[in-house]
């Protein structure tokens, strides 16, 4: 398959806010589909029921908001109000539950507001274990297992330990190709654009895993059959970006102001555990585990000890990366919050970063893209150590 | 007023003006007279836990309300900001790193001691968890995490319960007893939940006493004063409950003599509208806030932000026959620990209940756990009580944010509307 076919495909799903896939989805399979918001949802144990798990990140910059800004004040973050304008204009009847994991006090409340305005619906908050050891992983198991037992409620089938496994190693797969896709670009950044990489990430949200996982094999066969131009670019990460995403033109902004971003944070869920669930005879445990164990580190995710901004530093090391570029969502508290502490572990390790705000539907591209152009010069110029 | 009314009225809020300095002085010399010092959070706080250590809390959130209300907050945030904290982020947070980054000078202009432990109650915020992973940073000391599950479903379940206890018993405690040096003493726990218990009955007499006509307090702008006791580094201490019976005397005194709260423009007797008010205050400009209240001539009969360390009135109390159990579900109750539905309905509550005339909302910039679904709170709370709400914006404790003569403008023009909606008007 050629690579434009693929990524057309990406782009198709990226901009239908109708969510016809899903649509068509649970028509075909006569089953249901559970939403949820970022940053991480157990995927696994609503594939096990037999349902469709679909990433909601919001509107993006082709949704107009009519009359999502009415239940937000001007200083709350964009995600929130174009998630609301996608429920009351009805884009997302189509869903059966919504999963609101614990990632920030929006989010959290966001999850209190649908529960009025969508009454009858399986809501949830999703309240995500920041202790690690035993009593975490305690309270985590019984979260599961209440999820489970409304999600067998819904669908109407039984999530059985064969069921919970065989998703187990579908997503493992999942996970292991785009670890491999993540590797390829870092390897080849001048094929494997980001654009692309971003339109293949944000279509894990809505496709069945099993599909996702084949577009992922298809599009790595073409690209490493590929011919594109090797380009003089800096090697950047991006980080900040977990939960509202920036937008496509903002993304492709940052690659053509002379950046090859070589790792990135967006669309984290499909790749937030580092180790392959475990496949046994206890899975519900060892999908709490899994979530408790080797992870990314990300904004929402408490540090217990000392190590903030160990991660992002490892990735710079691994991936040959000459700087950082932090880009939060406007009003982030999150995000915005962890910048400085990071900031000053990038400044001892002698790693140069810029940083910015965005919103999903910024328009203002070209500041930015000037920001990040003088960015990559001044690494060309001076380098980076 | 004669003198013997001006006295009587002054006597707890000379109480708790001395307690609060008091524990400054203490935190002062805390290091040369060896005591350990806690920072912890206000809401859900486990005071009596550190107290049975016999050690000393800090609340980062109110070193920053004072120093709102002492208009230092402004020069603070910058300082902050110019460390790379950005303008979108809670001021509370900047307004105590930039406190810290010029030295740590309290707000009654003594020093304030290093932690020996961060005791990082997650309670109703996520933003707390940042604020110490920050302050991690800073202090060479351990910090200990309880996390407490958010009331999601609008109740608290057995699974929550245990894991809040399970976390005491086997994180919270062991930490406590490392860093303090000594054993924990269930016994002392027990005695000063006792006294918390009675503080807390007193309290939610006072609250009560709103619902009389003319309210003998003010649930918010006098509320806030009557919280700290109670919410800070008293509760569980036997000058706690005295402040609580001195308060309440003086509230009988005014409900016997039909009088209304004191004020800083003098007694409000002649109270034109009754208003219940979600959200808290701007501390640097409490008393322009309350000044343009008063002069609309409107008592505030409720409040939730007076309810951000816990909520009484719906019958709970510190248990000492439950002790771990009962701090858990004490840090659990917070009001921003509720879910959006219950804090619809408890602010509904207070509108029946205190015989509201209407409600104010004030929004504020820094605070997500509060702010994010308040205009939905607002369309509620319409539907529901037939009430009409006034919604107002500006900030905690960053000044930039305050606009007097916008705030000003929207809530004289709500109150021409209640008043044309009066029977009879």
Redesign the interface.
Known sequence: MKVETIIKRCEDLYDDLDFNYVKDWKEKNKAGAIGFMPVYAPRELIHAAGMLPVGIMGGGDNLEIIRGD????S??CRI?RSTIELGVSGRLDFLDGMLFP?????I??????W???FEGKYI??L?M???F????R??YL?ELAGMAKAFEKISGNKITPEALNHSFGLYNENRHLITELYDLRSQMPHKVKTAELFLLMRASNILEVGEHTKMLRDYITAISNSERPERDHVRVVVTGTFCEQPPLTLVKALENSGCFIVDDDWVLGNRYQLEPIAIGDKPIEALADAYLGETVAT??R???G?G?GDYLVRQVRERKAEGVIFA?P?????A??????I??VLARENIPYTAF?YAENTGQIQVIKEQTGTFADSIKLWGSQ | MNVQQKIQKEDSMIMQKEMIAGHFENLARATENGKKVVYTFVPGNLNELILAFDMLPVHPEVNALQSGMRKMSGDYIQEAEK????E???AY?KCDIGMMKKGNIGPTGLPLPKPDLLLLS?TG???F???F??L??EYDCP?V?L?V??Q?EGKITP??R??VT??LE??VVPALEKVSGKKFDRDRLKEMLALSAQAEDLLVEVWNSAKNKPSPIDAYFGGVFYIGPIFTAFRGLPECVDYYKALKAEVNYRIKNKLGPVTPEGELNDQKYRIVVEGPPSWPNFRDFWKILTDEGVVMVASTYTKVGGLFEDGFRHDPERPLESLGEYCMGCYTNH??????DILEKYIKDFSADGFMIH?I?S???F??????IMR?LEKRTGKAGVFI?SDLVDPRYFSAANIKNRLESYFQMIETKRPGA
């Not at chain 2, 460390?83 to 950005?86: M, T």
């Not at chain 2, 702010?371 to 939905?376: I, M, V």
Request: proline share 7%; aromatic share 12%.
């Open positions: 009415a239940y937000f004040q200083y709350i929130p614990a990632i920030c006090d929006v959290r409340n966001l999850s209190g507001m529960q009025i305005m949830k908050y309240d274990p920041q202790n050891g035993a009593e975490g305690r309270f019984t904004a929402s408490y540090v217990p000392p903030k939060a406007s009003f982030c508290d999150p915005l919050l962890d910048r400085p502490m900031q000053e705000k | 460390f790379g904290h950005s979108d982020v809670c947070v997650y915020c996520f933003t968890l940042k604020w992973e920050i991690k940073k910090i995490l996390q599950p958010y999601a699974e929550m245990d894991y399970r976390q086997e994180v879910s959006l539905p219950a804090r619809v929004s910039k605070c997500n756990s702010s994010a679904g308040q205009l939905l509620e914006e």
